[in-house]
């Protein structure tokens, strides 16, 4: 193998277990952040981020000896970018962290190297941004140093698994490039490996983003007009998905995470002149945490002063992330209605700031509300027995605007139950 020496810049959800998995795959790897805090707890082993399997990976990396934590880039074979690449208010791409990555490599950047960005980026930026960039080193990309986009398609609360098992995708600044890519992840990818050019691999990921988004935006579309028909959302998704060609997502309480929620703009900052679908379904997601309240209040009145329990606050089930979070979006929103509301993500339990009171338990949050909302399906909160809740709480309204709780079940204990795309 070629490249022995990696350095990984950006210790995230995505830098971190890549990082890791090179070193346990016997890589020396130098892990970079430019946040003293998390070298620091790294150093120490301690984690920032909760990702299941992650917490004994980087403990291996560490005892192997061949993972060293910096808060600077050190010189490598291969340098990955695994940085963020949020929007800002105005729905336009942040490279900011981009560009000082490639520039933290320059000092160390020597012939032969291989410079792979991972973060998801708008079209060309590998080419028009990176490059040009790192050439400031004296070298030339494609002659000198190889420069390939490869970006990371792992499911958070499943990556451990799908950053060996994926299919992973790398796009060369030329056919050197996405060859030289190939030879480095083959070290643990178990996927096969598809080369393309940069630009096309900046798209691939973008476009498979963009395409769940809108697929998600149709579902939450289909909950509204069956709401308006008095039709149950879930029983028609289900049987129109017994149709051979047909597979309908599950409507919720919004979309959220740092990567479909944001991703889509990217194209439609790239293009806005021809991407109106994209754009649209960005907002029909981006809406949805007020049809939850909209619908709350047309269900059950006045929320001023309702005492509420909101359960779940991160952007999905079973992980810590808050990032873009629609419960977050939805609890706001109940307190500018001035309700009484009551926190509890067990994952992260003072991740809310604002004034709510914050539960450390489900029995704390449980114990003093009128109204339960269920807005992250945890399995903590899937697996509630009505029967127990019952005994737990004050609340005789429960509210399921994410689909992780049986009618039924409720009903039959004698909560009066609401859920989301149900008439
Ligand atoms: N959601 C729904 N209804 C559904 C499915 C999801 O409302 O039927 C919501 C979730 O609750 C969440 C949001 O959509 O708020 C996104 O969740 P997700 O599980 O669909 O995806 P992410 O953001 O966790 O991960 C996605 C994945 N991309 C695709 O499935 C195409 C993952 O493979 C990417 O690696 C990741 O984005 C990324 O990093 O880009």
Redesign the pocket.
């Known amino acids: 193998m070629k490249y022995q020496k990696i350095c990984v810049l950006g210790m995230g959800y ?1 830098g971190l277990p890549t990082a890791c998995t090179f070193a346990t795959h016997g890589m020396q790897v130098t892990g970079v952040d430019i946040n003293q805090e998390i070298v620091h707890g790294l150093q120490n082993g301690h984690l920032h981020i909760y990702e299941p399997g992650l917490r004994s990976l980087v403990k291996s990396a560490m005892d192997s000896g061949n993972l060293s934590i910096s808060n600077s880039p050190q010189p490598a074979e291969a340098f990955i970018i695994a940085v963020p690449t949020p929007i800002t208010d105005e729905k336009n791409a942040d490279l900011e962290a981009v560009k000082s990555a490639a520039h933290s490599i320059i000092p160390h950047l020597r012939t032969g190297n291989l410079v792979v960005l991972e973060s ?1 980026s708008p079209p060309r930026t590998t080419v028009d941004i990176v490059a040009p960039i790192l050439e400031k080193s004296g070298l030339k990309a494609g002659t000198d140093f190889m420069l390939a986009y490869s970006p ?5 609360g499943k990556i451990l698994e799908e950053i060996v098992q994926n299919t992973r995708v790398i796009g060369g600044i030329d056919e050197r490039s996405a060859a030289a890519g190939k030879e480095l992840y083959s070290v643990f990818v178990k996927g096969d490996i598809l080369l393309t050019n940069a630009t096309t691999a900046e798209m691939v ?1 973008l476009m ?2 963009t ?2 988004d809108i697929n ?1 935006a149709i ?2 579309e289909f909950a509204h007009l069956a709401d308006r028909f008095e039709v149950d959302a879930w029983e028609a998704i289900q049987i129109a998905n017994r149709h051979p060609r047909v597979n309908i ?4 309480p ?8 944001v ?1 889509p703009w990217f194209l439609v900052e790239a293009a806005p002149d021809i991407s109106p679908l994209v754009h649209t379904a960005r907002e029909v997601n981006d809406d949805q945490p007020h049809f939850v309240v909209e619908t709350m209040k047309k269900k059950l009145g006045s929320l001023e002063n309702r005492k509420i329990t909101a359960l779940g606050l991160s ?2 089930a079973n992980i810590d992330d808050l990032r873009e979070s ?1 419960a977050i979006e939805i609890v706001k929103l109940l307190l500018e209605e001035h309700a009484a509301v009551t926190v509890y993500e067990p994952y992260k339990p003072d991740g809310f700031h604002g004034h709510v009171k914050a539960a450390n338990s489900l029995k704390e949050a449980l114990q003093d509300c009128e109204i339960i909302l269920l807005l992250v399906a945890h399995q903590e909160f899937t697996t509630l027995i009505p029967q127990d809740a019952i005994k737990l709480t004050t609340a005789r309204i429960a509210v399921d605007m ?1 689909g992780g709780w049986q009618r039924k079940n409720w009903e039959d204990v004698g909560f009066d139950f609401y859920k989301l795309g149900q008439p």
């Open positions: 995505i998801t990371e398609r792992v499911l958070p990921k498979e983003n395409y769940r998600i579902a939450n997502l599950n409507p919720g919004g979309v959220g995470g740092h990567c479909i929620s991703d952007y999905k629609p994410c």
